[in-house]
């Protein structure tokens, strides 16, 4: 798929959901997580479809059947001269070990436009205009 975007296009970050076990202050074994961060232009009902981008994780469940989850992202956001801009994205990847039990790891990403943002999360060819 394509999709072409000019740089700093006009679009609205809808929002954001954030949910962790607060007394797993260390890692997030155990810990009943998820995170979904959106951009959209239109309709948000059908997100596969109506969202400009959704990145969320996949859902995993312990031997305790706690649910959470892996591969995520939340935005970073920077309030510059009263506009509130993406300024980048903290991703939690997920990896396996040679016992293989899966662990997670927390990136910060610097991402300054719109498009490099788009082209990096999505993996998609992404023309910047």
Not at 12 to 19: A, E, M, N
Not at 20 to 41: G, M, P
Not at 110 to 117: N, T, V
């Amino acid at each position: 798929m394509k999709r072409n975007f000019k740089e700093n296009d006009n679009m609205t970050i809808v929002g954001y959901s954030w949910f962790r076990d607060i007394n797993d202050s260390t890692t997030l074994h155990n810990a009943q997580h998820s995170s979904i961060s959106f951009l959209s232009i239109g309709d948000c009902e059908h997100k596969e479809y109506d969202f400009l981008i959704c990145v969320g994780g996949d859902i995993n469940e312990d031997e305790d059947d706690i649910q959470y989850q892996f591969n995520d992202a939340s935005p970073l956001i920077t309030q510059i001269n009263g506009t509130y801009m993406l300024t980048g994205m903290v991703v939690r990847p997920s990896t396996t070990n040679n016992n293989n039990t899966r662990s997670l790891q927390a990136t910060a990403t610097f991402l300054p436009m719109w498009c490099g943002w788009i082209r990096y999360i999505t993996k998609e060819e992404v023309t910047c205009q």
